[in-house]
């Protein structure tokens, strides 16, 4: 392992149609230097095809978890593995180029302590929204609610400071991490990046996008299958993150109108991604 190497942390469920090229490409990456890959119960071939890479890869280890703790709990499972100076988190469906978790450390690197995110790109090259966002304003979202959407343009440049930016695939130092605490484990699915990166420039960190970095995200491989239990999840950490960041300067009313926003959006919101995916 050099000073610099990289340990990447995967977290799996169901997500047999995209972890094999996944892990191929990430044991082509250079500097990494251990790659953890925690399975939360997945009921396809997704455990068989890890295991598949682990024989052929030493530094491929997998943690097969019985039941599904969630996205955050099993990442920072993976992340209590390693001690690599650098983290990477990398959802089962990215495809990084060989050289772009190397370039992204060095742009962090040379940045001092920072969380930085790449420019996500679909297949057909269009650019994903999350890979820059704002961080959630509930207060501003009961007034105006185009403020829901939390997508910030792409500036000019090849370092974009945003506040928040996608988990997906996400760089930060090893230190860092352990000094926030990691993520926080009471998010099932969803929000728990924007979490982590609001307290990393709480903490004094540069949250940014490198957006000469570009990553291939297929996006919600595993999550077609249950869009119920996704949205219930997000809208679930939704509440969590008001409550966390923003409640304790609300008033009452404003507090009960988020909720109460929340809860009426929730079933929309999931009728909508069911139809969408024929679920």
């Known amino acids: 392992m050099t000073v610099a190497g990289i340990a990447v942390v995967v977290v799996a469920c169901n ?4 972890i094999d090229e996944c892990l191929l490409r990430l044991r082509r990456s250079q500097a990494v230097a251990a790659i953890r890959v925690v399975d939360n119960a997945s009921r ?22 019985p039941d599904n703790p969630g996205f955050a709990a099993a990442c920072n499972q993976g992340a209590a593995t390693v001690d690599a100076p650098w983290l990477v ?4 469906d990215c495809f990084v180029e060989a050289d772009a978790l190397a370039r992204l450390r060095d742009v962090a690197a040379a940045t001092g302590e920072a969380l930085l995110g790449v420019d996500l790109v679909d297949e057909a090259g269009v650019r994903d929204p999350a890979a820059r966002r704002r961080d959630p304003g ?23 400071r945003v506040e928040a930016v996608s988990g997906a695939l996400m760089l930060l130092p090893r230190a860092l991490f352990q000094r926030l605490g990691g993520f926080d484990a009471g998010y099932r ?17 540069v949250v940014a ?7 291939v995200h297929v996006g919600g491989v595993s999550s077609r299958r249950r869009p119920w239990f996704v949205e219930w999840h ?46």
């Open 15 to 18: 997500s047999e149609e995209t």
């Open 44 to 65: 396809d071939a997704t455990l068989d095809i890890v295991q598949r890479h682990a024989l052929a890869d030493a530094r491929v280890r997998f943690i097969a978890n």
């Open 89 to 92: 988190f990398v959802n089962p």
């Open 138 to 160: 509930f207060a501003a979202m009961l007034a105006n609610p185009a403020r829901a959407r939390l997508g910030v343009p792409v500036a000019a440049g090849a370092l974009q």
């Open 189 to 205: 699915l969803h929000v728990e990046d924007l979490d982590l990166c609001r307290r990393a420039r709480l903490a004094g960190a």
């Open 209 to 215: 996008c490198a957006n000469d970095v570009r990553v």
């Open 234 to 279: 997000k809208h679930r950490g939704l509440w969590r993150y008001f409550r966390k960041f923003e409640a304790a300067g609300c008033g009452l009313p404003v507090r009960l109108l988020v909720g109460i926003a929340i809860a009426l959006h929730f079933p929309w919101a999931a009728l909508r991604a069911a139809i969408h995916t024929g679920s």
